[in-house]
Structures are given as structure tokens and as C-alpha cells.
């Protein structure tokens, strides 16, 4: 009886351990399938990023040239306002040679010359220091920006 009541044990354990390996057979298997669709959802993520960066690297491009393109038209705007200004002061004074032209020349006082003291205090007048009008005029006319 011993003999038998080891047989029953025997099959027993031999049962539960076959049942025992199913299972985790059954874990593993759907461990695998787990991973592989892990696995799958990664590389779907990571080419769907690839493809977001190539389009957010032609979006940014895109908007890059955009906005050089928009800031070259703005500057050259601006560049052709100012030579309208500068046309502007070169008519202005041309205008005002004109009309000084048509002053006598006795009535201008020796302060205004280039250089010239003021004959009340003896100092040098704040008129006159640096460059003419019209050289201003030449040397912007002369400028690459205009």
C-alpha cells in the first residue's frame, strides 16, 4: 500500500507539474506576444516621429525662408525710403543754395563760415563744424546702401 500510496503521489505531483508548465508555458507565450506588440507599437512610433520631424524640419524651412524673405523685402522698404528722404534733403538743399545764392554775399556774418570766429566773443561757432550739407549729399550719394 505504501508503493501505491506513492504511485498516487507521484501522479499526482507529475499532474501538477504538467499543469504547472502549461501555465507558465501559457505566461511566457503571451509574454512573447506581448513584447512583439510592444515592439511593433515602437517601431510604428518611431516612424511616425521620423516622419513628424522630416515634416516639422521642411515646416521650419519653409517658415525660415519665409521670414528671410520677408525681412529682405522689409530692409530693401526701408532702403528705398530712406534714399527717398536723402533725394529729399539733397532737393532741400539745393533749394536753400539757391536761395542763399540769391542773397548778397555782404550780409553773411563771418561766424556762419567754416571755421570763423565770432568777432563778440572770440570763440569758435557751434555752425559750420563738421563736413557741408553738401558733402553729406556727395557722400551718401557715393554709399553702396543707396
Not at 515592439?39 to 528671410?68: C, G, P, W
Not at 548778397?104 to 563760415?113: G, T, V
Request: aromatic share 4%; charged share 30%; no cysteine.
Amino acid at each position: 500500500m505504501a508503493n501505491a500510496r506513492i504511485k498516487v503521489y507521484t501522479d499526482i505531483t507529475r499532474h501538477h507539474t504538467t499543469l504547472l508548465r502549461d501555465q507558465l508555458t501559457n505566461v511566457v507565450d503571451r509574454l512573447y506576444i506581448k513584447i512583439d506588440v510592444l515592439e511593433n507599437s515602437i517601431s510604428r512610433n518611431l516612424a511616425d516621429s521620423q516622419k513628424n520631424f522630416a515634416v516639422l524640419e521642411s515646416t521650419m524651412v519653409r517658415n525660415y525662408v519665409d521670414s528671410h524673405q520677408q525681412l529682405v523685402d522689409d530692409i530693401a522698404l526701408v532702403k528705398s525710403h530712406i534714399a527717398e528722404m536723402v533725394d529729399s534733403m539733397k532737393e532741400l538743399s539745393a533749394a536753400k543754395k539757391g536761395e542763399n545764392s540769391s542773397r548778397s554775399k555782404k550780409s553773411e556774418a563771418p561766424s556762419r563760415r567754416l571755421g570763423g570766429e565770432s568777432s563778440s566773443s572770440g570763440r569758435q561757432s557751434i555752425r559750420g563744424k563738421g563736413p557741408r550739407r553738401s558733402q553729406d549729399s556727395e557722400r551718401f550719394s557715393k554709399s553702396p546702401w543707396f
